[in-house]
């Protein structure tokens, strides 16, 4: 019987081959580099399953997306990663069980509000267990301020300072690494280390306030109540920290809801810090403590190579104790597609085709979103959307025009207020694979 080949499930063979030997993988796909013609351009369009409208325009030596990235969607099986069932979850790209990290797949971020059961997981350490009595949690502030303060969640709750409820774009400092080459360690995220999530609760200013910041006070230290992975208790999981001016943005918040709710545990119930636009492990779960500091806070997760990047590049692939790198604090802008997942198939004949997603970028706002299906010859612009309050994500949509049946890559890119934009391959390569953010491509199938 002959096998029906899928797009983004191509033969395990060739994707191995590329794995092992990119050169001659590229010789059999393309024939001799820069003669993408004739009987090349037959071989890769049998590889794919489909004819290449576009193929013109294809860059020499580029691989096809739907061999470059096994599609997640495609009714599980081999070839696409390993999802992850949690409780309460959508299945999520499973990325590790211990410590449990989870990705969501980019067509389960079509929500303006991402829902708690569609975030991505990111655990440094263990999940610790629920808290018997949330209301009687306490978090404490103490170092660099006149009067060390310890409010428990019950206090929060009751309004001893103001509640505020804001969207707030949640990225892990690593989303994008598996687009590294050569590829770093820690997880392999693609896009969907994100969320916008909708979380109510006091400004960590405020209570800077009330606990008397003092001028020496530049810096915080966070702790939460999750055990190291060794279970040492004198370890910590994580412990970030950052320069104190971020913890005095409005925007930076102890939250104790999420999505009008009480915070899933995996999200760090009761309480967590949200700290926005800034990698997300500065959102410290099960929040304990905040450490005011006169200098840089020294916790686990700081220092040397973590969510650090370098200021003047490095061979990639080359060592380095990141002495002179520098923390990654606003995140770079990036880009999803959340109406159509890499590996679709569409109907034959479809000639329009409507996209959309979302778009981020840190501090800043997103100015503009293109997409492009002959692989960046032509960019149309897409409708952006503004952001529903500062640090909320932004819609972005529209329609491209498929001239004939084959097959298609659809490129999208944002580009941030400060004119930034998606680079066509991850830069500044960095040891831990920190702020990856090239251009993506979904690969569809027409007919
Ligand atoms: N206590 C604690 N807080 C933590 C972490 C952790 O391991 N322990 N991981 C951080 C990292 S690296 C990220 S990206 C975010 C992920 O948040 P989420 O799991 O709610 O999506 O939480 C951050 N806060
Ligand atoms: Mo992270």
Request: positive net charge; hydrophobic residues 35%; aromatic residues 6%.
């Amino acid at each position: 019987m002959k096998q029906k080949r899928q797009i983004g499930r191509p033969e395990r063979g060739l994707l191995e081959l590329y794995q092992d030997d990119p050169e001659r993988a590229d010789a059999l796909v393309w024939g001799r580099r820069g003669a993408l013609r004739g009987a090349a351009l037959a071989s890769m369009g049998a590889a794919l399953g489909a004819a290449i409208p576009f193929a013109g325009r294809m860059p020499e030596g580029l691989l096809p997306a739907a061999l470059a990235q096994p599609a997640p969607s495609g009714g599980g099986g081999q070839g696409g990663p390993q999802m992850i069932r949690l409780e309460g979850k959508e299945p999520l790209i499973l990325q590790g069980e211990r410590p449990l990290n989870a990705e969501t797949p980019e067509t389960l971020l079509d929500d303006e509000v991402t829902p708690a059961s569609k975030m991505f997981v990111r655990n440094n350490g263990q999940v610790p267990e629920a808290p018997r009595d949330p209301r009687a949690w306490k978090i404490r502030i103490d170092g660099e301020v006149n009067q060390p303060l310890e409010i428990t969640v019950g206090e929060l709750e009751g309004g001893r300072f103001p509640l505020v409820t804001r969207r707030l774009q949640l990225e892990c400092g690593g989303n994008g690494r598996s687009f590294f080459s050569p590829q770093t360690r820690g997880n392999q995220w693609g896009n969907g280390a994100v969320s916008c999530g909708e979380w109510t609760g006091v400004r960590l200013r405020d209570l800077l306030q009330a606990a008397g910041l003092k001028e020496s006070g530049k810096f915080t230290g966070h702790f939460g109540a999750d055990p190291h992975l060794s279970g040492d208790p004198n370890r910590q999981a994580i412990s970030r920290g950052m320069r104190i001016e971020k913890a005095l943005d409005e925007d930076t918040i102890i939250a104790i809801r999420l999505n009008g709710e009480p915070i899933p545990l995996i999200h760090g119930a009761p309480a967590r810090l949200v700290t926005p636009g800034w990698p997300g492990s500065l959102s410290q779960k099960w929040l304990t403590r905040i450490w005011i500091r006169d200098r840089p806070h020294d916790g686990q997760g700081m220092g040397g190579t973590s969510y650090r990047v370098p200021v003047q590049p490095i061979v990639p692939g080359s060592r380095n104790d990141g002495r002179d790198f520098v923390d990654l604090e606003s995140m770079p802008v990036r880009s999803v597609l959340t109406n159509i997942a890499h590996g679709t198939r569409l109907p034959a004949g479809t000639r329009n085709l409507d996209v959309r997603g979302f778009a981020w970028a840190g501090d800043k706002t997103v100015r503009a979103v293109h997409v492009s299906v002959d692989y960046g010859a032509t960019w149309h612009e897409m409708r952006v959307a503004d952001p529903a309050n500062r640090y909320a994500w932004q819609r972005w949509s529209g329609r491209v025009s498929l001239p004939t049946d084959g097959y298609y890559e659809i490129w999208y890119r944002a580009t941030d207020s400060d004119g930034r934009m998606q680079p066509h391959v991850a830069g500044n390569w960095n040891p831990q694979g920190y702020g990856a953010n090239p251009i993506s491509r979904a690969a569809v199938l027409v007919g």
